[in-house]
């Protein structure tokens, strides 16, 4: 169970990061910044603003979506073509704002949002799990069949799969590629809030969570296939069953360690990933 529970953990925290490289054909690194605002904003609003916490949390989806946008506006798009500036760029933007949130609540201030939506533990063999992480796994897998009924169902998912498979093609046939790329922009915050919204109470909140999130997504979306979501739930999968047996059979600190070999292997064996594709789906 323990599995299960960690690989949708890191299905969530990568699809966002995946669908953006699968559409833009672009590592957003300033994405990390996307993990760390769901708790922070939700704090400020809710203890600074003195706001209710569902409307803190409301309000805290609508600022990542204004990030986002900001984001694509101001720096994506300007040095899409100039991969040296974008990558320095995100990642300029990613530490100042790391900087700046561990200025006002460093890792002793003792964030914690304390949603739970259901309570109690269920008893799955040997093993307790709290509730809300039974709920995390179902709503995950509602979410994900849900995104994929979009993409193979919907016309504006049809169009961000003919852009992610060619813009030059899709622009051919009158797919206005940019504003398909503002709509993976947007789509992508919602996994990771998603996500964070249910773990919250279990999780370590600290200015720079977002390094070892961002290195595991990207560790899942390279494995995958780059920016392919098929793929991406495959290694979420891979790599949350490896983290979960070194954490449990042998030892925590090779965890990491273990990922990162099998990652190596695969690039050996697979130089595209699990699924080679072209397209987002």
């Known amino acids: ?18 669908l953006v490289f699968g559409v833009l054909r672009i590592f957003h690194f300033g994405y ?11 704090w400020i609003l809710w203890k600074e603003f ?3 916490l569902a409307i803190s949390f409301i309000l805290m989806i609508f600022l990542e979506i204004l990030f986002a946008l900001a984001f694509y506006k101001g720096i994506i798009k300007p040095f899409f073509m100039e991969e040296g500036k974008l990558f320095t760029f995100s990642l300029l933007v990613w530490i100042a704002l790391e900087e700046l949130i561990n200025y006002r609540y460093p890792p002793t201030a003792g964030v914690n949002i304390p949603i739970i939506l259901i309570s109690g533990f269920m008893k799955i063999g040997s093993v307790e799990v709290h509730n809300q992480l039974l709920l995390l796994i179902v709503i995950c897998a509602a979410f994900v069949s849900a995104f994929i009924l979009f993409l193979l169902k919907t016309k504006t998912g049809l169009a961000l ?11 051919i046939v009158g797919i206005d590629a940019e504003k398909y790329y503002v709509i993976a922009m947007i789509l992508s915050v ?6 964070f919204s249910l773990i919250l109470p279990f999780w370590e909140i600290n200015p720079y969570m977002g390094f070892s999130l ?11 296939g780059l920016g392919n979501l098929k793929g991406t739930i495959l290694a979420s999968f891979m790599i949350g069953f490896i983290y979960s047996t070194m ?25 595209r990933g699990l699924i080679s594709s072209e397209r987002v789906w």
Request: positive net charge.
């Open 1 to 18: 169970m323990n599995w299960i529970t960690i690989s949708t953990i890191y299905l969530l925290m990568s699809f966002g990061f995946s």
């Open 32 to 42: 990390t910044v996307t993990y760390t605002l769901v708790p922070y904003l939700t």
């Open 50 to 52: 003195k706001l209710n």
């Open 161 to 171: 799969r003919a852009v992610s498979q060619s813009k030059e093609a899709a622009e």
């Open 190 to 195: 919602f996994p990771p809030i998603l996500c």
């Open 214 to 224: 961002l290195l595991t997504s990207l560790f899942i979306t390279i494995v995958g």
């Open 247 to 271: 954490g449990i059979l042998v030892n925590p600190r090779f965890m990491f360690l273990a990922v990162l070999i099998v990652t190596i292997i695969i690039l050996i064996l697979r130089p």
